[in-house]
């Protein structure tokens, strides 16, 4: 009936008052594969066009599926559109004025086969849920409906509310926080389009004064998947969830059997996580649990690498994957908690240009890169995968000498004045002879001297360095004897435990690494290259 665009011929005015005797009867002759729900058979027409306000609703944007309309949003009369669905519920979103209600806020979006979301969402609810319909709503669904990112589909959540990020009007209500948010993405299969305008599906954004005036933010993604819809031949740039400048100890992730495979990606991993500076917490605010990733590539040049605000380049490196990297440059303490996950066939490779000054570590499938890392990796699964690296070609060819003289100089800027004293001592006429022989001693010295470090492993890339030196060390210390002797160690002598907590470490628990592997060029670029490998 609502393919029919019935409303455009007829006009209703449907009472609760009706009398069922003097309805319209109709029956679906569709099949149930088309229709998505069991066909109905004589069935009253009237009740498809009362209005359906609900903060549940249906979607289903494939053919015979959803119609957007004022009816639109239960199980047997899906909409056909995210963006549309949104303006249908029940209970308006929160405001500034609005947070002392008491009654929480719930809005959940099923998909119906297929979901399409083209414009960019946020919500200041309570709980945001996404999700696929199940047998108990629909007896033909399917273990995980499908989530479409189109080109300009994306999600934002803050920890602060955006009347605190964004005036509105002429009141400030920026001292007013918004109610703690759960999001939950639960038995989905997300999938994005490689003509993708938008850089990330899911986005977590730290506030700068979100201690005081910021709110709780938990993320669930529970019986989910990941894919491209389209072949491999063309990578876009794209993250699953990317966080915007950190990650807060006001947030949460949970990513629970989860399903990645077959995508290729540029310029990112798939998941990028900062964490905030200093933190200090026991608290795992990052769980991977029964999680696989198959078939994932990730291809970036050392230029798309960012450095961390407020870290020196040589305190840590700049850590690249292609399926998870964590980097936690200032971490006091810090528990991260990887469990029972697979990694098959994933591929990090990354070009580094003539010029690259910093250190870099590249993981084929994860990358963890911080200080007092408390990192626990149990019953991992690291098969096939590769981590790879090449050289930039540089823009112009020179003679034999000019291309190691000038690139190993360009790459050591420590000898940018040895440059300028040979350019200057060729100039001369007199001692050739000698001139030669300081050229080529200075040229091998350039040659041997390692001002840069590319660590590469095949399937995990671990960096972990203590915690600080002098004061930093002993507040480090001082915190976590304050943090035990309320645990009820008062009486006892706890130096033996605070010093064995105030060392990171990394464990590997009943783990399989098995036929990663490295690949990195050698050539007249890599020269003056420490280069370090790991399978």
């Not at 990112?149 to 001292?175: C, H, L, T, V």
């Not at 390692?450 to 399937?459: D, F, H, L, T, W």
């Amino acid at each position: 009936m609502n393919i029919l665009n019935i409303r455009t011929h007829i006009l209703f005015d449907i009472t609760t008052f009706t009398n069922s005797d003097n309805a319209m009867f109709g029956t679906e002759y569709k099949l149930i594969d088309e229709l998505y729900h069991i066909p109905l058979i004589d069935y009253n027409l009237l009740e498809r066009y009362i209005n359906y306000p609900n903060n549940t609703m249906y979607v289903s944007s494939r053919k015979w599926g959803g119609v957007d309309t004022e009816e639109c949003g239960d199980v047997n009369s899906t909409c056909n559109s995210f963006e549309h669905s949104v303006l249908k519920q029940t209970t308006p979103d929160r405001t500034p004025t609005n947070l002392q209600s008491g009654q929480q806020i719930v809005y959940r979006y099923i998909s119906v086969y297929e979901m399409h979301m083209n414009q960019p969402s946020r919500t200041e609810a309570d709980i945001f849920m996404l999700g696929g319909a199940t047998t108990d709503e629909i007896s033909v669904a399917t273990e995980g409906e499908s989530v479409y990112f189109d080109s300009n589909g994306e999600m934002k959540f803050s920890d602060q509310a955006y009347w605190q990020i964004k005036k509105m009007g002429r009141i400030d209500y920026s001292s007013i926080k918004g109610v703690n948010q759960k999001v939950l993405f639960h038995q989905i299969n997300i999938v994005n389009l490689t003509t993708k305008q938008t850089q990330y599906v899911l986005k977590l954004v730290r506030t700068k004064d979100y201690f005081d005036k910021g709110r709780n933010l938990d993320l669930m993604i529970e019986n989910c998947s990941f894919t491209q819809n389209n072949t491999l031949d063309k990578a876009i740039n794209l993250s699953l969830l990317r966080i915007e400048q950190f990650l807060s100890l006001r947030m949460n992730i949970s990513i629970f059997n989860f399903k990645g495979y077959n995508a290729s990606i540029e310029g990112t991993g798939l998941i990028e996580i900062n964490y905030e500076p200093d933190v200090f917490t026991w608290v795992n605010h990052l769980n991977f649990v029964n999680c696989s990733f198959t078939n994932i590539i990730s291809i970036m040049t050392a230029k798309e690498l960012k450095d961390i605000i407020g870290e020196k380049d040589d305190e840590q490196p700049l850590g690249v994957a292609s399926i998870l990297n964590v980097r936690s440059g200032s971490a006091k303490i810090l528990p991260i908690y990887i469990y029972d996950c697979q990694f098959d066939q994933c591929k990090c490779s990354v070009e580094i240009p003539a010029k690259e000054r910093r250190q870099i570590g590249v993981g084929g499938a994860i990358a963890f890169c911080g200080k007092t890392l408390l990192l626990t990796l149990e019953h991992l699964k690291l098969i096939n995968c590769s981590g790879n690296m090449t050289f930039a070609q540089p823009k112009s060819q020179y003679s034999s000498y000019g291309q190691i003289n000038g690139n190993e100089n360009e790459l050591n800027p420590q000898n940018d004045n040895q440059q300028l004293f040979l350019q200057q001592y060729s100039k001369s006429k007199t001692n050739n002879h000698l001139n030669q022989k300081v050229q080529k001693k200075m040229v091998s010295n350039v040659v041997k001297k390692v001002n840069y470090q590319i660590e590469v492993a095949g399937g995990a890339y671990v960096s972990l360095t203590g915690g600080g030196r002098g004061e930093e060390r002993f507040i480090a210390k001082k915190s976590l004897s304050e943090y035990v002797r309320k645990q009820g160690g008062k009486a006892e002598d706890i130096s033996h435990i605070v010093d064995d907590m105030s060392r990171p470490w990394v464990t590997f628990d009943i783990c399989i690494i098995s036929w990663c592997n490295t690949s990195v060029p050698v050539n007249k670029f890599a020269s003056s290259f420490k280069i370090n490998q790991s399978y």
